[in-house]
């Protein structure tokens, strides 16, 4: 087994916990769209990981497409408001529309992503999310249909998931030390 990366103090999901809940997620998903060659939206950057593993786990014909949102500023988390950086190439209109995301933490750009898709007329816009971040106290703007694991409210790195764009790279999820971003 590969060495913990010297800034990650406790792995959280482990590379082969990684494959299970993949391979649960794509039986779920398969069962769920056989015959209507739904749309994957992959929401750039952290989800490229996932995107790549879930796409060969789900059995039935899919198209992939990519999104690139960002924030306006600091106070766009709270907004919720996003800036499209890259924009779909597909037409949306009467697709089902499967958004794949890394993380869920307040779930804000999931809730615009999701009205904005919506309103360009997708017959279905529904999300899976490898990662639900449980914080206390509060709620998250959305709920997937598809969820991989609960993980707790600390800095999770790994499996597409960065720090400063580092650590996207590591096969499993852990928790970076603090030392490391404080
Ligand atoms: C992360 C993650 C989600 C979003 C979740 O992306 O990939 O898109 O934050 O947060 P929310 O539920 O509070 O809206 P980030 O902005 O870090 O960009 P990245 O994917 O390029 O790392």
């Given at each position: ?83 499209i950086v890259k924009d779909l190439d597909t037409k949306i209109e009467g697709r089902d529309v499967l958004i794949v995301e890394d993380i869920l933490d307040s779930g804000l750009t ?11 007329g997708a017959n279905s816009v529904k999300v899976a999310a490898f990662l639900v971040k449980d914080v206390e106290g509060k709620k998250p703007a959305v709920h997937p249909e598809y ?36």
């Open positions: 087994m590969e060495a913990l990366h010297p800034d990650v103090s406790e792995v959280v999901l482990s590379e082969q916990d990684i494959k299970d809940i993949v391979t649960r997620m794509g039986d779920a998903i398969t069962a769920d769209y056989k015959e209507r060659n739904p749309l994957v939206v992959a929401v750039l950057k952290g989800a490229v990981v996932f995107t790549a593993d879930i796409m060969r786990a789900i059995k039935c014909p899919i198209a992939v497409d990519f999104m690139a949102v960002s924030s306006y500023g600091d106070g766009v988390k709270s907004s919720g408001v996003v800036r999931l809730s615009y992503l999701i009205r904005m898709l919506e309103a360009r969820v991989g694991a609960h993980v707790p409210d600390e800095f999770i790195v790994g499996y597409g998931l960065d720090f400063a764009e580092r650590y996207r790279n590591l096969p499993y999820i852990g928790i970076l030390k603090p030392e490391v971003y404080s």
